[in-house]
């Protein structure tokens, strides 16, 4: 039998292992795919979140933004199928939901539009001046 004699490395990749599972996890247990799926997309002037919300709409979901997270939120309700059939195979969740998104920067909250079209929530989150590229121009001597 072969024993590694880097310790420390195995210990290193242990950790990393660990800190990958632990990032999937949300706060209510499941994984960081969990209801909604979304996306987030930059560009130098805005973020733009979308998420699927099959089955929602736009009164039973619920956007806020505070301290750079933006929380997505709401109740999705089920398909109501007849009282003689029985579930075979049920994989859309059900009932309330949350998920958060940490921003990266500093967002023009006055300014965040959100549309809903098609089972798709669209959110555009401008940048604050302050967050923007900038161009310096460089000077001549």
């Not at 969740?93 to 959100?114: C, N, R």
């Amino acid at each position: 039998m072969f024993w590694s004699t880097d310790l420390f490395g195995e210990m290193e990749q242990l950790r990393r292992q660990m800190d990958a599972l632990m990032s999937g996890l949300s706060s209510r247990g499941g994984t960081a795919s969990t209801f909604p799926l979304l996306n987030a997309y930059e560009d130098p002037s805005s973020i733009m979140v979308t998420a699927e919300l099959p089955g929602c709409t736009r009164e039973t979901v619920s956007i806020t933004f505070a301290d750079g997270v933006l929380t997505i939120s709401g109740k999705q309700e089920p398909v109501a199928a007849s009282k003689n059939m029985a579930v075979i195979r049920k994989e859309r969740s059900v009932g309330k939901f949350e998920k958060t998104l940490q921003i990266p920067m500093k967002i023009d909250a006055g300014a965040i539009k959100a549309a809903f079209t098609n089972g798709i929530l669209t959110i555009v989150l401008p940048k604050a001046e302050e967050a923007k590229p900038k161009t310096i121009a460089i000077e001549a001597k």
